[in-house]
T-cell receptor, first 113, second 112 residues
Framework: DGGITQSPKYLFRKEGQNVTLSCEQNLNHDAMYWYRQDPGQGLRLIYYSQIVNDFQKGDIAEGYSVSREKKESFPLTVTSAQKNPTAFYLC????????????FGPGTRLTVL | KQEVTQIPAALSVPEGENLVLNCSFTDSAIYNLQWFRQDPGKGLTSLLLIQSSQREQTSGRLNASLDKSSGRSTLYIAASQPGDSATYLCAGDSGGYQKVTFGTGTKLQVIP
């Protein structure tokens, strides 16, 4: 089955810790995205990558970092510099540059204790 | 900066009713417009994509239209069912692999 997987589903972090969220896709898509979703707000773009070894900041990149060493993988690290990291994190990918149709993973809920 | 608004924020209808969800955007330079469904605690499921050269798309009981001149898109759901209960989000992009801007969604409840 082709799709996007995210792990873990739930993640708990103590203050001051860095954590890494996994996102893997077997759709052979070029572009991948990380979004953050908070209650009552639309999805906000954290980072996106159009090709391996290249990525760009989105609207709320501060306190986050990413890497794109392989086409199928786009991990997100939430650093201790992120002031309010508790949220639902969604990974997406797209293939056709003209259509830019987004396909989403199941999400990771991060809670800071 | 593109802003996408969805009104109403919540909607409750009896089963069997036809309904329309609205999406409006501030910048008419929308290239593609996509509608999604999100169930509680889940990721987004793509419903319909209206590409730049298109005005509407249909899938089963769903029909989405896009009017760039007025900055509006609508999602029409025919003969609603309890299983349609979810949050519906619209999202637009400016072409290529560029940023996609999402609305805040309309939470739909279909009452049996």
């Amino acid at each position: 089955d082709g799709g996007i997987t995210q792990s873990p589903k739930y993640l708990f972090r103590k203050e001051g810790q860095n954590v890494t969220l996994s996102c893997e896709q077997n759709l052979n898509h070029d572009a991948m995205y990380w979004y953050r979703q908070d209650p009552g707000q639309g999805l906000r773009l954290i980072y996106y990558s159009q090709i391996v070894n290249d990525f760009q900041k989105g609207d709320i990149a501060e306190g986050y970092s990413v890497s794109r060493e392989k086409k199928e993988s786009f991990p997100l690290t939430v650093t201790s510099a992120q002031k309010n990291p508790t949220a639902f994190y969604l990974c997406a990918s797209s293939d056709d540059r003209d259509k830019n149709e987004q396909f989403f993973g199941p999400g990771t809920r991060l809670t800071v204790l | 900066k593109q802003e996408v608004t969805q009104i109403p924020a919540a909607l409750s209808v009896p089963e069997g009713e036809n309904l329309v969800l609205n999406c409006s955007f501030t910048d008419s330079a929308i290239y593609n417009l996509q509608w999604f469904r999100q169930d509680p605690g889940k990721g987004l499921t793509s419903l319909l994509l209206i590409q730049s050269s298109q005005r509407e798309q249909t899938s089963g009981r769903l029909n989405a239209s896009l009017d760039k001149s007025s900055g509006r898109s609508t999602l029409y759901i025919a003969a609603s069912q309890p299983g349609d209960s979810a949050t519906y989000l619209c999202a637009g992009d400016s072409g290529g692999y560029q940023k996609v801007t999402f609305g805040t969604g309309t939470k739909l409840q279909v009452i049996p």
